[in-house]
């Protein structure tokens, strides 16, 4: 359904890239030209970005090999590569914590990653076979291509909270020209772009108010820009992501419209490219097994209050650590499981505004694999959902 290289992700969805199914390639191993995570960090670590020190993270633990795992779980007897996409956001903190303190290498995983701008590119290269996992939002792109039988599918829920809310222009507020949703008909409200689950969010928020998506005006702008429309007067209000909802109200551009945050959905999803998975599923296991241990740590806030996590999102998204305190954590499924509900729901939107390449609705089974994560929920045990 997400999209940019904002200090968490501040970047667009703008291009609804087409998978075709016959171009999807399987892969069991990963390119050679990925960088690892910690080439990526040496690489971050070198880059003139200003963050607040962050707290050394926890080693990765150095046990061998042949004694990784969580114990009676039957883990591989030597690490395997995986190459995992995702946008440098707080929302992909439990892969990024996962990885330092130990929780996958314990799963024999030797994780790879790339950041991109938008999740569109991830999915096509999780459908192409060139990254074996990503973690991508669920729009106009990724249903086309699962109506195409592009080789890809979803093992498990990411961040089901997007952090984003309807900024609106200082002055309007203070004016009293708006005071709710339904003082948005006939203005200017900015969406980071088209085809993606905030549009769709975007349709929630707006009904609270009785407004619909054609009584507005929705020009497309990244986030960072944004704030800097609102500061001139271009826009009238924009549905804008952590932290830059709160940077344009601390710049006093804009006021965040507190009955207009956007609803808990599916926003985020783990993808895998679906013959790789087939072919390696105790690989895939390992992973959701560390993934969903860090997860557990950060979920219901406890994020903000765990200097050494703060630490780790604050190194790999750029963002200060003064910035994710004041910041409420998303909301992990502590199981990570999907809400089908919702991913039904953005699908039947996009339908419905004939956004998609098709007419009635793909089956969720056809999309959807939950024996990996069932597999890992027998090894980590599961949790009551909060």
Same mark, same amino acid.
């Given at each position: !359904?997400? @999209?940019?290289?904002?200090?968490?992700?501040?970047?667009?969805?703008?291009?609804?890239? /087409?998978?075709?199914?016959?171009?999807?390639?399987?892969?069991?191993?990963?390119?050679?030209?990925?960088?690892?995570?910690?080439?990526?960090?040496?690489?971050?670590?070198?880059?003139?970005?200003?963050t607040?020190?962050?707290?050394?993270?926890? /080693?990765?633990?150095?046990?061998?090999?042949?004694?990784?795992?969580?114990? #009676?779980?039957?883990?591989?007897?030597?690490?395997s590569?995986?190459?995992?996409? +995702?946008?440098?956001? $707080?929302?992909? /903190?439990?892969s990024?914590?996962?990885?330092?303190?130990?929780?996958?290498?314990?799963?024999a995983?030797e994780? #790879?990653?790339?950041?991109?701008?938008?999740t &569109?590119?991830?999915?096509?290269?999780?459908?192409t076979?060139?990254?074996?996992?990503?973690?991508?939002? +669920?729009?106009?792109?990724?249903f086309?291509?699962?109506?195409?039988?592009?080789?890809?599918?979803?093992?498990a829920?990411?961040?089901?909270?997007?952090?984003t809310? !309807?900024? $609106?222009?200082?002055? %309007?507020?203070?004016? #009293?020209?708006?005071?709710?949703?339904?003082?948005?008909?006939?203005?200017?409200?900015?969406?980071?772009?088209?085809?993606? &689950?905030?549009?769709?969010?975007?349709s929630?928020?707006?009904?609270?108010?009785?407004?619909?998506m /054609?009584?507005?005006?929705?020009?497309?702008?990244?986030?960072p820009e +944004?704030?800097?429309?609102?500061?001139?007067?271009?826009?009238?209000? #924009?549905?804008?992501?952590e932290?830059?909802?709160s940077?344009?109200?601390?710049?006093?551009?804009?006021?965040?419209?507190?009955?207009?945050?956007?609803p808990?959905?599916?926003?985020?999803?783990?993808?895998?490219?679906?013959?790789?998975?087939r072919?390696?599923?105790?690989?895939?296991?390992?992973?959701?097994?560390?993934?969903?241990k860090?997860?557990?740590?950060m979920?219901?806030?406890?994020?903000?209050?765990?200097?050494?996590? %703060?630490?780790? $999102?604050?190194?790999?998204t750029?963002?200060?650590?003064?910035?994710?305190?004041?910041?409420?954590?998303?909301?992990?499924?502590?199981?990570?499981?999907?809400?089908?509900?919702?991913? @039904?729901d953005?699908q039947q939107?996009?339908?419905?505004?004939?956004?998609? @390449?098709?007419?009635?609705?793909?089956p969720?089974?056809? +999309?959807?694999?939950?024996?990996?994560?069932?597999?890992?929920?027998?090894?980590?045990?599961?949790?009551?959902?909060?």
């Open positions: !359904m997400y @999209q940019r290289l904002f200090a968490w992700g501040c970047a667009v969805l703008v291009v609804a890239v /087409a998978v075709s199914a016959s171009a999807c390639a399987s892969t069991t191993s990963p390119p050679a030209s990925t960088p690892t995570l910690s080439a990526n960090l040496k690489a971050q670590e070198s880059s003139p970005a200003a607040k020190s962050a707290p050394q993270p926890t /080693a990765p633990s150095s046990a061998s090999p042949k004694t990784v795992g969580t114990p #009676g779980a039957p883990n591989l007897a030597s690490p590569k995986v190459n995992f996409g +995702m946008i440098p956001a $707080v929302m992909a /903190a439990p990024y914590v996962a990885f330092e303190k130990g929780y996958l290498k314990n799963e995983i994780l #790879g990653i790339e950041g991109f701008p938008d &569109v590119k991830i999915m096509t290269l999780v459908a076979g060139k990254l074996q996992l990503g973690q991508v939002t +669920m729009g106009v792109a990724a086309n291509a699962f109506a195409r039988k592009a080789d890809m599918v979803i093992v829920s990411a961040n089901q909270e997007a952090s809310y !309807m900024v $609106v222009r200082k002055d %309007l507020v203070d004016s #009293g020209a708006v005071k709710s949703v339904a003082d948005l008909k006939g203005r200017k409200v900015a969406l980071n772009g088209k085809g993606t &689950v905030l549009e769709y969010s975007l929630k928020v707006l009904e609270k108010g009785n407004v619909k /054609a009584d507005v005006d929705i020009p497309i702008l990244p986030w +944004m704030v800097v429309a609102l500061q001139n007067k271009a826009i009238d209000a #924009g549905l804008i992501a932290p830059l909802a940077k344009a109200v601390s710049v006093g551009a804009g006021v965040i419209l507190k009955e207009a945050h956007v808990r959905g599916q926003y985020g999803t783990i993808l895998a490219n679906s013959i790789w998975a072919e390696n599923p105790q690989v895939v296991v390992n992973y959701l097994v560390g993934y969903l860090a997860l557990r740590e979920n219901e806030g406890k994020l903000n209050h765990d200097p050494v996590a %703060l630490g780790i $999102v604050s190194k790999y750029k963002t200060p650590i003064e910035t994710l305190e004041k910041i409420p954590g998303p909301y992990w499924d502590p199981n990570g499981r999907l809400d089908k509900k919702s991913i @039904q953005v939107f996009f339908i419905e505004n004939k956004a998609v @390449q098709y007419t009635e609705p793909i969720l089974n056809s +999309m959807i694999d939950e024996s990996y994560l069932e597999k890992a929920l027998a090894i980590v045990g599961t949790e009551p959902k909060q």
